[in-house]
C-alpha cells in the first residue's frame, strides 16, 4: 500500500534552494522505490520571507507547517539582512518556528564515516567508529528559567539572573524522547547533569532513573556535564545516546559534531510532542558560496533521511539515502569543502545526480 505524507519545503536563504533542490530531488526517487508519495508545500522563512511580505515567520508559513507531517528547513540568514531589528531579524523566525511547533527535543547525530575519518582534528583510532547521538532538551532549562533580566541591588549594584528549572513533566518528556532514540540505535544511553552540585540536576537524574524501568531493553548510565566533556574527548566511542538539558546539550552537541570536522555533513532534528518535527542541516546559509553550486548538499540529504526514520518512522527509507551518501564517498566524490588528495571534486548538483544514479543502482 501506498503511504503519502505532507511535507513543508522551508528552502530560506543563500545555499539554502540549491541544497533543498537536491534533497527534494532524492526524497522522491526513494518515495518511488518504498511505495511512499510526498505531497510538497514550499513556504517562506527567514530573509526570503522578508524581502516579500516584511515578517520572517508569516503565520501561513507556520499554518503551513503545522498542517504537515514533517518540515524539512535549509537555512537562514546572511549579511543582507543583519542590520534589521531583531524582530526582524531572519534568526527571529527560526526562533518562532521552534516555539511555535513547540520542538522540546533536538536530535544531533555525530557519525564518524571512514572515508572522512580525516578531516577530524582527532587521531583517526580516537573518532573511529564514533556514532552518537545527543537528544538536548530545548525549550526550557536555564535559557528559559524565571526570574531572568539583569536587576539592582540594595546597593545599587548591577546583579544578572538566569534561572535554571526544569518540572518533572519537562523532564519525563525529554527523557521518554532519548529512550525511544537509543532503542532504535545501538540501546545505550548516557544522562549528563551536574548533580552533584544542581538540585535541578538531582531531580533530573532521579527522573531519568525512574523512567529507565519502562526500557529495560536500554542501558543506562549517568555522567556529570564537566567528565562528560573530557569524555567525549577521550574516547567518543563509549557513548552511543545522550540526553542533556538546554545549556549542556548546547555545548556537548557542538564538542560532538566537531569530532566528525565537517560541517557540511551534519544533519539535526528538532521534535515536538504530537506535530510535525523540523529536519535541517546544522550549518547555516554560507552566504560566501552561495547561487555558485559549491555547497555541500549532504546535510541536508542526511537530514532528509533523519526525517524518514525519527518524523515520518520509514527506517528502510532512511537507510536507503544513508547507504546511497556511503557508497558517495566511497566512490570519492566531494564537494569542495571535504575534498582530499585523489578524490573528485563534483558541484551541489551533480552530486545529487550521482546520488540519484547510486539509488537506482541499488
Ligand atoms: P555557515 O554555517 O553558514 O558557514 C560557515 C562556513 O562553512 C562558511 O565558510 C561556509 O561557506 C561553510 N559552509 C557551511 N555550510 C556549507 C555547506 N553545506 N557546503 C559547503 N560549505 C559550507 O555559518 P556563518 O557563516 O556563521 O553564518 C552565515 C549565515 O547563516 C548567518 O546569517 C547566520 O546567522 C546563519 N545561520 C543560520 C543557521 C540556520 O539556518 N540554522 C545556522 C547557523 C548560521
Not at 522578508?50 to 518540515?71: F, G, H, K, Y
Not at 532538551?137 to 541591588?153: A, I
Not at 556529570?224 to 540526553?243: G, S
Amino acid at each position: 500500500m501506498t503511504q503519502s505524507y505532507q511535507i513543508t519545503l522551508l528552502p530560506g536563504d543563500g545555499i539554502g534552494p540549491e541544497i533543498m533542490a537536491v534533497a527534494v530531488d532524492i526524497l522522491k526517487v526513494v518515495g518511488q522505490q518504498q511505495n511512499l508519495t510526498f505531497d510538497f508545500t514550499e513556504a517562506l522563512i527567514g530573509g526570503a520571507a522578508i524581502d516579500a511580505v516584511e515578517n520572517p515567520l508569516p503565520q501561513q508559513t507556520l499554518d503551513t507547517c503545522r498542517q504537515s507531517d514533517a518540515v524539512l528547513l535549509a537555512a537562514i540568514g546572511g549579511y543582507k539582512w543583519d542590520a534589521l531589528p531583531r524582530h526582524l531579524r531572519p534568526e527571529t523566525g527560526l526562533l518562532g518556528l521552534r516555539a511555535g511547533l513547540e520542538l522540546f527535543a533536538n536530535l544531533r547525530p555525530a557519525q564518524i564515516l571512514p572515508q572522512l575519518i580525516d578531516a577530524s582534528s582527532l587521531k583517526s583510532e580516537v573518532v573511529e567508529g564514533v556514532d552518537i547521538m545527543v537528544v538536548r532538551e530545548l525549550t526550557g532549562g536555564v535559557y528559559f528559567g524565571e526570574p531572568k533580566g539583569v536587576f539592582s541591588t540594595e546597593t545599587g549594584e548591577k546583579r544578572g539572573v538566569n534561572t535554571m528549572a526544569y518540572t518533572v513533566a519537562e523532564i519525563d518528556r525529554i527523557g521518554r524522547v532519548a529512550f525511544e532514540t537509543a532503542q532504535k540505535r545501538g540501546g545505550k544511553l548516557c544522562s549528563v547533569d551536574k548533580a552533584n552540585v544542581l538540585e535541578v540536576s538531582q531531580l533530573w537524574r532521579d527522573r531519568i532513573t525512574a523512567l529507565s524501568s519502562e526500557y529495560p531493553d536500554v542501558e543506562l548510565s549517568h555522567l556529570y556535564v564537566d567528565n562528560a566533556a573530557m569524555q567525549l574527548v577521550r574516547c567518543p566511542k563509549q557513548f552511543d545516546t545522550i540526553v542533556t538539558s538546554n545549556l549542556f546539550g548546547d555545548i556537548l552537541s557542538d564538542i560532538a559534531a566537531m569530532l566528525t570536522g565537517s560541517i557540511g555533513m551534519l544533519p539535526s532534528a528538532s521534535l515536538g510532542a504530537d506535530g510535525p518535527g523540523v529536519f535541517e542541516p546544522v550549518h547555516g546559509s554560507a552566504p560566501d558560496i552561495a547561487g555558485q553550486d559549491k555547497a555541500n548538499p549532504l546535510a541536508q540529504v542526511l537530514s532528509v533521511a533523519m526525517m524518514l526514520r525519527y518524523g515520518l518512522d520509514q527506517p528502510t527509507a532512511a537507510e536507503k539515502i544513508e547507504s546511497a551518501v556511503l557508497t558517495l564517498l566511497a566512490n570519492g566524490y566531494r564537494t569542495g569543502d571535504i575534498q582530499s588528495p585523489g578524490t573528485t571534486v563534483l558541484g551541489c548538483q551533480a552530486i545529487g545526480e550521482t546520488l540519484i544514479q547510486i539509488l537506482n543502482q541499488g
